[in-house]
């Protein structure tokens, strides 16, 4: 039996599946099926006015059964049904509340002395009521059927008052009422479960679809990461190559110093001492030091500002910068890199703009335009000029426009640019995630806007806007 259920579409092979949707069925709409079963109870005690015209004499006691069934069965059952630990059982009392007046009516037409004359129209009636109102399945309805007919057909073989031929016209038209009706609750039935396995389908696809997603922006998250650090192990290499530079002009300085000191040592202890070369030499270890001291700055310049610059990429903290020291800081952190390829930089920017904002995210997006262009402006070997120019457009907004003379971008690649993982270069490879790492910079934590423009041959120009503090929202976690 199920098997032929599963295969007319009215019974799912899945029983998780199959319970999820017998519990959406039968207790959807409660308060509607609450009221249509108070309509009904209603109803079938004021048919009490049919038994009074049928048989005066016999309508107090059908009344009185049909109060009973009013009183202890459908109200009762009615007001169990808006319990929440009665839901699961559902189906189970709208049969009952089904079964219960259907069997009784058999017996009131037996109590009337013209009852079964006219059993088939009020039959039909509750037949009607049965399979329209209430969220009845096939299987349901069915066991309805045959409880209730086979109590009709019971109750009318003890009918001594009916009509010749009514027998058979009863048993005909109750009997087409309950094909009609089975036939209304299965398609009914069938189409619920067509929309429900449409929803399921749905839901899965959908959860599918959000894994996916997840799993997708937590690769992403994993890649924006790797390509972050990549940057910074770019500034890295250009900060090292740079701090050599000092420090190793210190190291052979303070070995000169040390050979001089050592010289004078033994000039001094053989107590042939002339004034003029103990000037020269002091004048010469003084020199050292002041060489030593000079390429000692420089390199704790270095490190301090690219220590800033590693902190500020790696943190995300709101705090408050004047942007021209703040970019002078950012920029002796990245010359090295843009001086080894061959390249100028120059930074123009009026004092006293203060930006309240990321400044980890800016020193990102500064970073990420100027690698890019590094990267994608220059054919090996040419070198060219960057720019970046920053102004203060309005009393809220702060304007980075960045600026290269490289080779441009074409036309048909401009609108995508920003998209996740395009790039011209993936076989020399670049994941296409710097512009992209810009773009949700700015757009997100800096609240800001990013335009491109671009002529092949003539450069490319980035434009930055953003505001000078930003706004708190309520979500937005910081």
């Given at each position: 039996m199920s098997t032929l259920l599963i295969r007319l579409g009215l019974r799912f092979p899945n029983p998780a599946d199959e319970h999820a949707f017998v519990a959406r069925f039968t207790q959807r709409d409660v308060w509607?099926?609450?009221?249509?079963?108070?309509?009904?109870?209603?109803?079938?005690?004021?048919?009490?006015?049919?038994?009074?015209?049928l048989d005066p004499q016999a309508w107090t006691t059908t009344l009185a059964i049909r109060?009973?069934?009013?009183?202890?069965?459908?109200?009762?059952?009615?007001?169990?049904?808006?319990?929440?630990?009665?839901?699961?059982?559902?189906?189970?009392?709208?049969?009952a509340y089904c079964v219960v007046p259907g069997c009784v009516l058999s017996i009131i037409y037996l109590l009337l002395e013209p009852g079964f004359d006219h059993a088939a129209a009020g039959m039909i009636i509750v037949i009607l009521f049965v399979s329209t109102l209430l969220p009845l399945r096939l299987t349901s309805l069915a066991i309805f059927c045959v409880v209730t007919w086979a109590c009709f057909v019971l109750c009318e073989a003890f009918a001594v008052h009916e009509?010749?031929?009514?027998?058979?016209?009863?048993?005909?038209?109750?009997?087409?009422?309950?094909?009609?009706?089975?036939?209304?609750?299965?398609a009914r039935e069938y189409e619920a479960r067509h929309r429900f396995r449409m929803d399921l389908a749905l839901r899965r696809a959908l959860d599918r679809s959000e894994k996916m997603l997840a799993d997708l922006r937590d690769a992403q998250a994993h890649l924006v990461q790797a390509e972050k650090l990549a940057s910074l192990g770019q500034l890295v290499a250009g900060v090292a190559h740079e701090i050599n530079t000092p420090l190793g002009l210190a190291l052979t300085t303070s070995t000169t110093?040390?050979?001089?000191?050592?010289?004078?040592?033994?000039?001094?202890?053989?107590?042939?001492?002339?004034?003029?070369?103990?000037?020269?030499?002091?004048?010469?270890?003084?020199?050292?030091?002041?060489?030593?001291?000079?390429?000692?700055?420089r390199a704790a310049d270095l490190v301090q500002s690219f220590k800033q610059v590693a902190?500020?990429?790696?943190?995300?903290?709101?705090?408050?910068?004047?942007?021209?020291?703040?970019?002078?800081?950012?920029?002796?952190?990245?010359?090295?890199?843009?001086?080894?390829?061959?390249?100028?930089?120059?930074?123009?920017?009026?004092?006293?703009?203060?930006?309240d904002s990321?400044?980890?995210?800016?020193?990102?997006?500064?970073?990420?335009?100027?690698?890019?262009a590094i990267v994608h402006a220059f054919p090996e070997g040419r070198s060219g000029r960057l720019g970046l120019v920053v102004?203060?457009?309005?009393?809220?907004e702060v304007r980075l426009v960045f600026s290269d003379d490289g080779v441009?971008?074409?036309?048909?690649?401009?609108?995508?640019?920003?998209?996740?993982?395009?790039?011209?270069?993936?076989?020399?490879?670049?994941?296409?995630?710097?512009?992209?790492?810009?773009?949700n910079l700015v757009a997100g934590s800096l609240q800001g806007q990013i335009e491109v423009a671009s002529t092949v041959g003539r450069g490319t120009t980035f434009t930055v806007t953003l505001p000078t503090r930003l706004v708190q929202l309520e979500s937005q976690e910081v």
């Open positions: 509607r099926t609450q009221a249509a079963m108070l309509l009904g109870a209603l109803i079938y005690c004021t048919f009490g006015i049919w038994d009074w015209i109060l009973a069934v009013g009183g202890f069965v459908l109200l009762p059952l009615t007001g169990l049904l808006g319990r929440h630990s009665a839901q699961p059982w559902a189906e189970a009392i709208h049969l009509r010749a031929g009514m027998r058979f016209v009863n048993n005909f038209e109750i009997g087409i009422a309950y094909t009609l009706s089975l036939y209304a609750v299965g110093i040390e050979d001089d000191l050592r010289q004078l040592g033994h000039t001094i202890a053989s107590g042939q001492v002339r004034r003029s070369e103990l000037d020269r030499r002091i004048a010469r270890v003084n020199a050292g030091l002041r060489l030593v001291f000079a390429n000692l700055t902190i500020d990429q790696t943190i995300e903290e709101q705090r408050s910068i004047e942007l021209q020291p703040w970019l002078a800081e950012l920029v002796s952190t990245l010359e090295p890199l843009v001086r080894r390829k061959g390249h100028s930089f120059q930074v123009q920017c009026a004092k006293g703009i203060i930006l990321y400044p980890g995210a800016l020193a990102q997006v500064i970073s990420n335009l100027i690698l890019n102004s203060r457009p309005a009393a809220d441009g971008i074409p036309a048909e690649d401009l609108p995508k640019v920003f998209d996740p993982f395009f790039t011209t270069r993936r076989a020399r490879g670049s994941t296409g995630l710097g512009l992209h790492i810009v773009f």
